[in-house]
């Protein structure tokens, strides 16, 4: 199992404000779609030229195809491509046992529009399963067929993790109304003032940015979530695991919003 990260759940910053200019840069991000986060293609089992096995593939060919490979499972290898067309946009090689190299590992969702009009996805992989809990452990990366950024790590993606269109709070400087954010959730151990030590889910909000080398980046504009893990919480996660369906945990009233530090972040 992995090891849990340690943060104390504070309502206080640590680091003061984060002025507009620091927070966005002259990056662009993604627009909004109102298919945010919904599924937009389904792995299937196929024969590429590339691959020595069998592979998942999902995707347009005339828009962007993903393909996983893993030639040797004995290698705990995955090789998995980008293509737009006949042109490579990148090939990620991933460790993944070969128990979990199957069809409902890989996810393609809707992530709306770019400032160039082109269609984003979120590629998203499950490599690990942890004891006790049974944790998913997910990699996440935003697609379209001119770039592929670097995963970011999720943990139960799909239903404590997902994407979301959300709207810029009053006095943003996001010129973006109801621009699709990836919600990146993880355990956390924490503790909060007469509570005593506990879990919690710790929560922090990513988007896109492509002014430079494309990535999925915190979102300093947005506040920090956290909900403490009690009966209520594991009920409600169960659900959500067997449903396969977006939990929004962060509405919740034991939930907490705070301004930094960010949970998770190095």
Not at 202 to 231: I, K, N, Q
């Amino acid at each position: 199992m992995k090891a849990t990260s340690k943060i104390i759940i504070s309502l206080c910053s640590l680091f003061g404000l984060i002025t507009c200019d620091v927070a966005r840069g002259s990056d662009h991000s993604v627009m909004a779609q109102e298919s945010c986060g919904r599924p937009a293609f389904t792995f299937k089992k196929t024969m590429v030229a590339w691959c020595k096995a069998e592979a998942y593939c999902a995707g347009s060919s005339d828009e962007v195809e993903v393909c996983a490979c893993q030639d040797d499972p004995e290698s705990a290898i995955a090789r998995i491509r980008v293509d737009s067309g006949a042109e490579l946009v990148k090939e990620y090689q991933l460790e993944m046992s070969g128990m979990f190299f199957a069809d409902d590992s890989f996810r393609l969702d809707a992530f709306g529009r770019d400032f160039d009009g082109n269609r984003v996805y979120l590629l998203s992989v499950m490599d690990s399963v942890s004891n006790g809990m049974g944790v998913d452990y997910w990699k996440t990366a935003a697609i379209s067929k001119r770039y592929a950024t670097p995963f970011v790590d999720v943990e139960e993606y799909g239903s404590l993790s997902f994407a979301e269109t959300l709207a810029p709070k009053a006095g943003s400087c996001d010129a973006v109304e109801g621009e699709c954010r990836l919600l990146v959730s993880r355990w956390v151990e924490g503790h909060e003032a007469g509570r005593g030590a506990g879990l919690y889910l710790a929560g922090v909000w990513f988007r896109l940015y492509t002014g430079g080398e494309p990535e999925l980046s915190v979102d300093y504009e947005m506040p920090a979530l956290s909900r403490r893990y009690l009966y209520s919480f594991q009920r409600a996660r169960g659900d959500g695991t067997f449903r396969n369906a977006r939990q929004k945990w962060y509405k919740s009233k034991a939930a907490h919003e705070t301004n930094g530090p960010y949970p998770f972040l190095k």
